[in-house]
């Protein structure tokens, strides 16, 4: 199947900075991803969704000012975290469909980022 | 606007025994999909099976299948001859027009050796 990796894994950082998380598609273009973030022991939220050369669609509740999303290319999405707090640690985990937009197609996750804001 | 509900948070099944993880959705659109998806420890999530509303026959992969119900908005997952490596959070989740996906909570599956 397809791949996405996601890029890094983990990561601590000092509260107060911004940290950038990059999701790829290795073998497919991706006109569309999706940001998720899941806390412990529960479900995937959906944050926002990423269309490649416009503005990313934020969830309600989502801050866009903080939570920043860049789809410059069909391969790649960023998410940055800007200035920090500890509430912002959580796992990270975007998913991309080949093939854009079609529906019913399986959609591909990557591994995941844990962040921890100390 | 639609959900997904799986009232299961934990389940256990003796090694090689079958075990069905439960799935209900509200939805009042016609055509649509339905998936599960396995997020082991790891936590890389796997897509396990998929169904499309329009199709009747029931979705099978190999030792997975599920029991879809369109009238009773019922998506439950079956797991024959459960593996160790069965062991996971399984998610139903939903997808509708928008190609946004609706998750439910989860079930946690644990087997028994």
């Known amino acids: 199947g397809a791949v996405v990796s996601q890029h890094p894994s983990w990561v601590i950082c000092k509260s107060g900075t911004s940290v950038k998380i990059e999701c790829r598609s290795l073998?497919?273009?991706?006109?569309?991803m999706f940001w998720y973030r899941q806390f412990p022991k529960q479900s995937l939220m959906l944050m926002a969704t990423s269309n490649e050369g416009s503005k990313a669609t934020y969830e309600q509740g989502v801050e866009k000012d903080k939570f920043l999303i860049n789809h410059a290319s069909l391969t790649l999405s960023t998410l940055t975290v800007t200035s920090a707090h500890p509430e912002d640690s959580s796992f990270y985990i975007c998913s991309a469909r080949d093939g854009g937009r079609q529906t019913g197609t399986e959609a591909f996750f990557g591994q995941g980022t844990r962040l921890t804001v100390v | 606007a639609q959900t997904v509900t799986q009232s299961q948070p934990e389940m256990s099944v003796q090694e090689a025994e079958t075990v069905t993880l439960s799935c209900t959705y509200d939805?009042?659109?016609?055509?649509?999909?339905l998936f599960w998806y396995k997020q082991p420890p790891s936590r890389q999530m796997i897509l396990v099976i998929r169904?499309?509303?329009?199709k009747q026959q029931n979705a099978t992969e190999n030792r997975f299948s599920v029991n879809f119900q369109k009238a009773a908005k019922s998506f439950s997952l079956k797991i024959s001859d459960s593996q160790l490596g069965d062991a996971a959070m399984y998610f139903c989740?939903?997808?509708?027009?928008?190609?946004?996906?609706?998750w439910g909570a989860g079930t946690k599956l644990i087997i028994k050796p």
């Open positions: 169904q499309e509303a329009y």
């Open positions: 073998d497919f273009q991706a006109t569309t």
């Open positions: 989740a939903y997808e509708g027009s928008n190609y946004q996906l609706i």
């Open positions: 939805t009042s659109e016609s055509d649509y999909y």
